[in-house]
């Protein structure tokens, strides 16, 4: 089946569609609030060249473990590589914005 959409635009639009929801969820869960869309979907696909790198580097594949357990439990087969970007770009996206604010990067000096 030819959806007549380009593969390399397909797979773009997929990457920013998973970058900004992995963005999202890192930005939740370290700062407890969203940055707005696009600063959200450029720390999920920086995020997901980092995760994706750092699995990489241990072997391992970020996707498989999860789409089995939910292939088992609902009968559902997912796209490995779609889940593994999102556990990827999540992974690294929280751990972009650990080090930042270790760091102090993007702390507001208050004026009194």
Same mark, same amino acid.
Request: charged share 10%; aromatic share 6%; no cysteine.
């Given at each position: 089946m030819d959806s007549g959409i380009p593969a390399d635009v397909l797979n773009w639009v997929i990457m920013i569609l998973?970058?900004?929801?992995?963005?999202?969820?890192?930005?939740?869960?370290?700062?407890?609030?969203?940055?707005?869309? $696009? $600063?959200?979907?450029?720390?999920? $696909?920086?995020?997901?060249?980092?995760?994706?790198?750092?699995?990489?580097?241990?072997?391992?594949?970020?996707?498989?473990?999860?789409?089995?357990?939910?292939?088992k439990q609902f009968s559902v087969t997912l796209p490995e590589n779609v889940i593994g970007m999102m556990v990827a770009g999540t992974f690294g996206a929280i751990l972009i914005l650990f080090v930042a604010k270790q760091l102090g990067i993007g702390k507001r000096s208050r004026r009194d």
């Open positions: 998973v970058g900004g929801v992995a963005g999202a969820i890192a930005a939740r869960v370290v700062k407890g609030d969203s940055f707005g869309l $696009i $600063i959200n979907t450029l720390l999920g $696909i920086a995020g997901a060249i980092v995760g994706g790198f750092l699995f990489n580097l241990v072997n391992i594949n970020a996707g498989a473990g999860i789409v089995k357990v939910v292939e």
